[in-house]
């Protein structure tokens, strides 16, 4: 009998192991930028804005008509960032998990996708304007920044940098 609660305990410490292994893999994932297509691995994503629109403007695709003036959060993983209500929900891209949030947002800016994804899809349920497949929003705005979402355009108009602090 001591045997077999040996090797449960280790198994139990064994599958703890792993828990934490595959909690820091996703972490590690989620720093990975995926480009549309690539040889070997995909370019890691900076921290804060590394590229700040050319003319101000951050252009994608209309999937939500509408227009509003908001400020940005850029939520890399809608289980651990929080998106108060009002803010424009800037993100890579969105499944299900994401849709409780969308009532939150006065918009969304995606980075991937297109009209009939769920994101683009989930904001029109919602009525709030949407521009998806921007590629690089979540690294050219910066949380903070005040923006015009129009998505009826498919534009995000940067008016106003974020105050660093």
Not at 31 to 45: D, K, S, Y
Request: contains cysteine; negative net charge.
């Amino acid at each position: 009998m001591t045997g077999r609660i040996e090797v449960e305990a280790e198994l139990a410490i064994l599958a703890g192991k792993r828990l934490r292994a595959r909690r820091e893999r996703r972490t590690e994932y989620l720093t990975l930028q995926l480009p549309e297509l690539w040889v070997g691995a995909p370019p890691r994503i900076s921290t804060g804005p590394d590229l700040a629109p050319r003319d101000g403007v951050v252009r994608g695709i209309a999937a939500g008509q509408g227009q509003v003036t908001g400020r940005v959060r850029i939520i890399a993983d809608i289980g651990t960032d929080e998106l108060l209500p009002g803010e424009v929900l800037v993100c890579a891209t969105t499944d299900p998990s994401w849709a409780a949030a969308f009532p939150l947002a006065c918009a969304v800016v995606i980075d991937v996708g297109g009209v009939m994804s769920h994101g683009a899809i989930v904001a029109r349920e919602f009525g709030i304007p949407c521009v998806i497949n921007t590629r690089t929003g979540t690294r050219e705005l910066a949380t903070g920044d005040l923006v015009t979402v129009d998505g009826t355009a498919g534009t995000v108009t940067l008016l106003e940098r974020a105050v660093s602090v």
